[in-house]
């Protein structure tokens, strides 16, 4: 079934909302990360551990950084879709996405059928590793 102007709005607003704390939250690593120095992480005299240590606390902070990119690109392409009419569509199978699932993710780009067969899919993806 499609959606209503209502749950529209309300989704719009939730998009928007998530967009802004991303937003903040990414401001607000990027002004911390640049206040601390690598030196302040590995310590005046630092041993390879401390080292290791400061190296994991910066890859750390630029994944989740990286991730909140990725939500803030999803966000993107959700508001991309409420303007050319197709947000609330499967982009698999064009059958509508379920008001609930795009309450509890509005970013939510499959039905709940094909996001399954999706996930299924790449779940078993190898990956390169070392």
Known sequence: MALDQQQRQTLKQRLNESEQALRAEIRTSEDHRASESYADLAGAAPDEG??????????????????????????????????D????????????????????RPTAERCTHCQSLYERRYATTPRASL
């Open 85 to 104: 009419g197709s947000y609330g569509e499967c982009i698999d199978c064009d059958a509508s996405v379920d008001y609930e699932r795009l309450m509890a």
């Open 50 to 83: 401390d080292e290791a240590n400061a190296d994991l606390f910066v890859d750390v902070d630029h994944a989740l950084i990286g991730m909140k990119l990725t939500e803030l690109r999803a966000i993107g392409r959700a508001h991309q879709r409420m303007r």
